[in-house]
T-cell receptor
């Protein structure tokens, strides 16, 4: 089954304790993105990647890191989490430009992170 | 600057009534716009895209470049339409949805 898999689904942590949220897709997509969803603010892009070893900042990258060493994986790293990073996080993937009209953005199920 | 504005946080209608979810955009080139929907406890999924000029689940959306709008419409709302709706704009020309700007979303509630 074609899908985007995020882990974990729920995570509670304390301020300053490094964490990684994993994201994997099995559709051979070039594009992958991370979004955070907050009430009243909608979805805001954190980082995106157009292909292996190619990443760029989105609208709210502060406090986050990503890596794209393999096409299928795009982990989100919080080196020193803070309470304002408490949010619902979504990973998504899609094919490269030029092929996208027939292929929507595929979202993962989300990771609900609480930083105390 | 590229921007998507959804002015209504919540829209409540009765079953059978028409519904219109508003979306306005700011983009210097030729925009590529989409509507995504998130039903309760489900993933975000594509509802429709302007380039296809399609009707999905009875919903349509027309791109109005003069008014920079891409409003989502349905003539007769159903209870199963209750969901969160996001309007989105592609940052990249070429159709890829890999790099989207989303609006803040509108929660549609359809009452029986």
């Amino acid at each position: 089954e074609a899908q985007v898999t995020q882990n974990p689904r729920y995570l509670i942590t304390v301020t300053g304790k490094k964490l990684t949220v994993t994201c994997s897709q099995n559709m051979n997509h070039e594009y992958m993105s991370w979004y955070r969803q907050d009430p009243g603010l909608g979805l805001r892009q954190i980082y995106y990647s157009m292909n292996v070893e190619v990443t760029d900042k989105g609208d709210v990258p502060e406090g986050y890191k990503v890596s794209r060493k393999e096409k299928r994986n795009f982990p989100l790293i919080l080196e020193s989490p803070s309470p304002n990073q408490t949010s619902l996080y979504f990973c998504a993937s899609s094919p490269a430009p030029g092929t996208g009209y027939n292929s929507p953005l595929h979202f993962g199920n989300g990771t609900r992170l609480t930083v105390t | 600057a590229q921007r998507v504005t959804q002015p209504e946080k919540l829209l409540s209608v009765f079953k059978g009534a028409p519904v219109e979810l508003k979306c306005n955009y700011s983009y210097s080139g030729s925009p590529e716009l989409f509507w995504y929907v998130q039903y309760s406890r489900q993933r975000l999924q594509l509802l429709l895209r302007h380039i296809s000029r399609e009707s999905i689940k009875g919903f349509t959306a027309d791109l109005n470049k003069g008014e920079t709008s891409f409003h989502l419409k349905k003539p007769f709302a159903q209870e199963e339409d209750s969901a969160m709706y996001y309007c989105a704009l592609s940052r990249n020309y070429g159709g890829s949805q890999g790099n989207l700007i989303f609006g803040k979303g509108t929660k549609l509630s359809v009452k029986p």
